[in-house]
């Protein structure tokens, strides 16, 4: 069984930061791209950020673009999402993703997962 575990949410002021990270089991992470959503109440999710298996292209939606970085642990087996700079409208559920058939991940776009987290709450207070 495929199983995604996000960590790191919290609460922080306006330019601040947090540090999520995306941990598996029932399958090795770095097999796989892996893409960080973030959802608000009546909203659907949104993409902002994805990393390819290899060669580790990385995308970014404009929203986040210069403040948050994605990145990867091999050893840890785990993907990280540090957010800077972070902004009354980063609040959300923040979820990583994968897609066991392949998720598309270029410096142009990104797809969605079929795989989901539980999601990890970040609220930024102004």
């Known amino acids: 069984q495929v199983l995604l575990v996000e960590s790191g949410g919290g609460l922080v002021q306006a330019g601040g930061s947090l540090r999520l990270s995306c941990t598996a089991s029932g399958f090795t992470l770095n097999d796989y791209t892996i893409a960080w959503f973030r959802q608000t109440p009546g909203e659907g999710r949104e993409g902002i950020s994805c990393i390819s298996r290899t060669p580790g292209i990385t995308f970014y939606t404009d929203s986040v673009k210069g403040r948050f970085t994605i990145s990867r642990d091999t050893a840890k087996n785990t993907v990280y999402l540090q957010m800077n700079n972070l902004k009354p409208e980063d609040t959300a559920v923040y979820y990583c993703?994968?897609?066991?058939?392949?998720?598309?991940?270029?410096?142009?776009?990104?797809?969605?997962?079929?795989?989901w987290g539980q999601g990890t709450q970040v609220t930024v207070s102004s």
């Open positions: 993703t994968t897609a066991l058939r392949g998720l598309y991940c270029s410096a142009y776009g990104m797809g969605t997962g079929d795989s």
